[in-house]
């Protein structure tokens, strides 16, 4: 392995990093038909921000001038912590600390590192950031293959992880892409979803998604039609990949950012009910939680108590 590509895979590792793969930045000509049928049929909802940065979506180019490579780091999230009976179903992925931060100073970081080992290089991270598709990314690295679900799923440890990119114009060595699809004829999470928005061919309504109804959706009303259809979930929902055979290779993370807040596990829907704006500000200051606001968890908790 060249040098260069060995020092950032390793310091990817140190810096706790599950996965790093690396392929060739390009136009993603593909993605770019795929994503506006996407758009035009609506299926992101109200999430207005799906349709900016169109073109910088498909061109790396466009977002680091003379982009030569796409790191693809993939950060595990899965604890084996579950919540109390009675609680109101939180998504995994919230447990902890916002993960934005968390990886963003994992990606400033790296990119200091890697300056200071190899020279002057130009590089931006993203995380769960708009212009960037990071799945695409991941699997043409090499990293795993997206599933019916829309998640990209490793083969050795499954689908529980943030995915972040780091777009350089430093010259790499590239992984190979993963080619197969090890979904097969399985429909697990075709089957499960409470509300049916996979749709065939890996394509997720997100205006069905109850993550999108419980996080994304600003308007005080969740549709009715969606009325006992949130199977008790009030932030996110983890359906889809629980149910994922695949996910039964799944580890607990060691990243104690990710430690999950007492209260997530804990509390119970009347105590939620219960809690004030304030105590809701300072508990979950650092927690992904604060993206629906204090009113957005007492419209979800009133949505799914049947009020």
């Given at each position: ?22 392929t ?11 994503l ?16 900016n ?16 490579s ?60 708009a ?131 007492p ?45």
């Amino acid at each position: 392995m060249h040098k260069h590509t060995y020092f950032v895979k390793k310091t990817a590792a140190r810096l706790g990093f599950s996965y790093c793969g690396i392929t060739r930045a390009h136009k993603l000509e593909e993605d770019a038909a795929r994503l506006e049928k996407w758009l035009q049929k609506g299926m992101h909802g109200s999430m207005q921000y799906m349709e900016n940065y169109f073109d910088l979506r498909i061109d790396p180019a466009k977002l680091v001038p003379g982009a030569r490579s796409v790191i693809t780091l993939l950060l595990n999230y899965y604890t084996s912590q579950i919540q109390q009976p009675d609680t109101p179903g939180i998504s995994k992925y919230a447990y902890g600390q916002d993960y934005h931060e968390v990886i963003r100073e994992k990606l400033n970081q790296l990119i200091i590192m890697i300056q200071e080992e190899i020279g002057e290089i130009h590089g931006r991270g993203f995380v769960d950031s708009a212009p960037v598709l990071e799945r695409t990314w991941a699997q043409k690295s090499g990293l795993g293959w997206i599933g019916k679900n829309g998640n990209l799923i490793t083969k050795q440890s499954g689908s529980f992880y943030f995915i972040a990119t780091l777009i350089t114009d430093l010259e790499l060595e590239y992984d190979d892409p993963f080619v197969k699809d090890y979904c097969g004829t399985c429909t697990k999470c075709i089957d499960a979803c409470p509300t049916e928005a996979i749709l065939p061919d890996k394509v997720i309504d997100g205006s069905k998604c109850i993550s999108y109804f419980t996080i994304e959706l600003k308007e005080m009303i969740i549709p009715g039609e969606m009325k006992g259809r949130f199977d008790n979930w009030m932030f996110g929902c983890d359906t889809c990949q629980d149910v994922c055979p695949w996910n039964r290779f799944s580890k607990p993370h060691s990243e104690t950012s990710f430690s999950p807040i007492p209260e997530i596990l804990n509390l119970t829907t009347k105590e939620w009910e219960m809690m004030t704006e304030e105590s809701f500000k300072t508990i979950f200051r650092h927690s992904p939680l604060r993206r629906t606001k204090w009113k957005g968890i007492q419209r979800n908790l009133k949505f799914i108590s049947g009020g």
